[in-house]
């Protein structure tokens, strides 16, 4: 299970700069707007300080962790919605994600330019969501045309179909997200299949100036103040900070971040930040072939989980052993774990909890 995210954001914020720090790929960078005129795919390795104590203690022939892919979708502009500023191919990439990492401008700097002239965060929120809320009516409208043609033929199912499409559409057009708009389960069945780009989540990531990367600034407060009743993070992050890392040795990189005042890069800090905005969790195998990571949804049960690593692990599943990642720490080895009697044997309703070092049995 992979986990993709789309990175969007206007013009000059910082949005590819962010994107080259972030992942091994590079994409271009320039100061005018749509230098990403493909979208780049880059992949992240998520920094999982429990793997690499796992391979000290089983040294495994390999250590595989688990990956973010990022997708950096070219700069919007008011009218995306309509093809403006190569806006329609970029909206279309979005709907390929699992979350939204919009990057918004939160730092002064006369020799960057700004599309609309001046710094503004919220105003530049809300352009994108504005282009993003009208694709989504468009999708709405679609739908509402096609269930309606249903619904005459006195389909009940069509009918309530129609009520829930109504009420999404006209808290989309009072200004609403998707996201937003949806309370009760029923109203997800009825649009889940339209991929809604308000839909999906998002976590703002303010790209602010050096000395604002902790405590923030007047631009990140106003945005926080505007995006208060959102279901979405916000997080800050120097773009300035994170390149002048990506040259650094792992010691050096831990001391600048001291004396920047923070405990983590803002890579880290992006990646957490994502696992809990999509609901995500990491167990681990551990083996000597291999010690690896695996990324589920939090209260996923044991055979789904299974299910990551291969298909036939869910349908055969028949037991996991499992071993809490403390108590494998603790005790040094999988042999000396079951000796104290800390290794459990769990069945098909075993929810798999962050950090369990498990394996598997069963039927092929």
Excluded at 203 to 212: A, G, H, I, K, T
Excluded at 241 to 257: A, G, K, T, V
Excluded at 288 to 308: D, H, L, M, Q, S
Aim: negative net charge.
């Amino acid at each position: 299970m992979s986990m993709k995210c789309g990175i969007v954001g206007l013009p000059n914020v910082g949005k590819s700069t962010l994107f080259n720090t972030l992942s091994s790929a590079k994409a271009q960078s320039a100061n005018f707007p749509f230098c990403t005129i493909e979208p780049n795919v880059g992949i992240i390795t998520v920094p999982d300080q429990r793997l690499f104590d796992l391979e000290k203690l089983v040294q495994p022939e390999k250590v595989i962790p688990t990956n973010i892919e990022i997708v950096d979708i070219a700069g919007l502009v008011k009218g995306a919605s309509k093809g403006e500023g190569l806006g329609n191919q970029f909206l279309g990439n979005i709907k390929n994600t699992h979350a939204i990492l919009h990057v918004v401008r939160c730092f002064d700097d006369d020799n960057i330019v700004h599309v609309d002239e001046y710094v503004d965060p919220v105003r530049d929120k809300e352009i994108i969501d504005f282009e993003l809320q009208l694709k989504d009516l468009e999708s709405i409208e679609n739908q509402i045309s096609k269930t309606e043609k249903i619904a005459k033929s006195g389909d009940k199912e069509a009918k309530k179909k129609l009520e829930i499409l109504a009420h999404i559409q006209a808290e989309i057009e009072s200004g609403k997200s998707a996201r937003n708009a949806i309370e009760e389960k029923s109203q997800w069945e009825a649009v889940k299949d339209l991929n809604l780009l308000t839909l999906k989540p998002v976590l703002y990531v303010c790209n602010v100036d050096e000395q604002s990367v902790v405590s923030g600034n007047k631009y990140t407060e106003r945005l926080m103040e505007a995006v208060a009743d959102e279901q979405a993070e916000v997080l800050f992050v120097s773009a300035s900070i994170e390149s002048e890392l990506m040259d650094m040795e792992r010691e050096d990189q831990q001391l600048f971040l001291e004396e920047m005042g923070l405990q983590e890069s803002g890579v880290g800090r992006l990646i957490a930040a994502s696992y809990k905005l999509l609901n995500y969790i990491t167990y681990f195998t551990a083996g000597k072939k291999e010690v690896r990571a695996w990324t589920i949804e939090k209260g996923w049960a044991a055979p789904k989980a299974a299910g990551v690593i291969h298909s036939d692990f869910e349908k055969g599943f028949i037991r996991a052993e499992v071993i809490s990642f403390d108590d494998f720490v603790q005790y040094k080895s999988e042999s000396a774990v079951k000796d104290a009697g800390k290794m459990r044997v769990e069945g098909k309703e075993y929810i798999v909890q962050d950090g369990d070092v498990m394996h598997f049995r069963f039927n092929n």
